[in-house]
């Protein structure tokens, strides 16, 4: 396949890489640097690729897996902070009181207090809307488990949105399950 017919594929495919990215790592620096990483690769290896895959699969696997070693490396080295960081956030100016702006804050809060295989699987599915086999075949997982992983970080997620914990104790002491209202968010709607 010729470099042009490579870049059809795949140039389409980098903004869904980036944000994917963005909300794994939660640094935009970080997040482009990996997505570069990922190109990088998917061009020197295209060759490698099975004829009869996906390639947006494809590269949203090289993706996290890049994103799941960065990770790692991070966690025991520590994070790595430029001297200028701190001056650079606190001088962004941020929108007045938009609610859409606070939900927004609110929601990737949220998202990432989520562990990362809850995130991962929320993320594919509800925001790049990958199949559940699609999703599977990224994070090398069975589909079973991409949909229950799936469940449970809705589950999380509208819970920590909502700010009520997943059960009540009774005054006799027993546990009462409540369903989370507001279930639906990254519900996808076809």
Not at 134 to 146: F, H, S
Request: contains cysteine; aromatic residues 4%; positive net charge.
């Amino acid at each position: 396949m010729a470099m042009k017919d490579m870049m059809l594929l795949v140039e389409p495919l980098i903004p869904a890489l980036r944000r994917y990215a963005r909300a794994l790592v939660k640094n935009h620096a970080t997040a482009d640097d990996l997505v570069q990483d990922c190109l990088e690769r998917a061009v020197s290896r295209w060759h490698q690729r099975r004829a009869d895959g996906d390639a947006r699969t494809w590269l949203f696997t090289i993706l996290h897996n890049l994103a799941v070693s960065h990770i790692r490396q991070n966690r025991r080295r520590g994070g790595h902070v430029a001297l200028d960081a701190g001056i650079d956030e606190a001088m962004i100016a941020r929108p007045a009181t938009q609610e859409d702006a606070l939900h927004h804050a609110d929601v990737m809060r949220a998202l990432h207090t989520l562990p990362e295989e809850q995130r991962s699987v929320l993320l594919l599915v509800s925001v790049e809307d990958l199949t559940y086999a699609e999703a599977a075949r990224v994070l090398d997982i069975p589909i079973g488990t991409v949909m229950s992983r799936l469940a449970r970080a809705r589950e999380k997620l509208s819970q920590k949105m909502e700010g009520t914990p997943p059960y009540e104790t009774t005054k006799s002491g027993a546990t009462i399950h409540r369903p989370a209202f507001g279930a639906g968010i990254f519900r996808r709607v076809k």
